[in-house]
């Protein structure tokens, strides 16, 4: 079983920055793909970053160029840097470790806001 913590999460000004991180329970982590998902009030759950055991990375479109996702197997954590934050970024953020045949293991969550 696979424990996931997030942190990181608060209320931000458009354009400020904000860095979420992730730490998993097991030293394995490394061999797993993470990323992180957000959901938003009335909407479905969507794909933010991901990075696999091997560092490839992958951005929804729309934070392309903003966010930066990156992992320390050292410390067995993933974090997600934000910067140029806008209001149409607030959800909550969810980080998930997935491996075949082991399943996909999701943390608890982290709330963003972006306002003024």
């Known amino acids: 079983q696979v424990q996931l913590v997030e942190s990181g999460g608060g209320l931000v000004q458009p354009g400020g920055s904000l860095r979420l991180a992730c730490a998993a329970s097991i030293s394995s982590i490394r061999i797993y793909a993470m990323g992180w998902y957000r959901q938003a009030p009335g909407k479905q759950r969507e794909l933010v970053a991901r990075?696999?055991?091997?560092?490839?990375?992958n951005y929804a479109d729309s934070v392309t160029g903003r966010f930066t996702i990156s992992r320390d197997n050292a410390k067995n954590t993933v974090n997600l840097q934000m910067n140029s934050l806008r209001p149409e970024d607030t959800a909550v953020y969810y980080c998930?470790?997935?491996?075949?045949?082991?399943?996909?293991?999701w943390g608890q969550g982290t709330q963003v806001t972006v306002s003024s």
């Open positions: 998930y470790a997935a491996r075949e045949p082991a399943g996909t293991y």
């Open positions: 990075i696999t055991s091997s560092g490839n990375t």
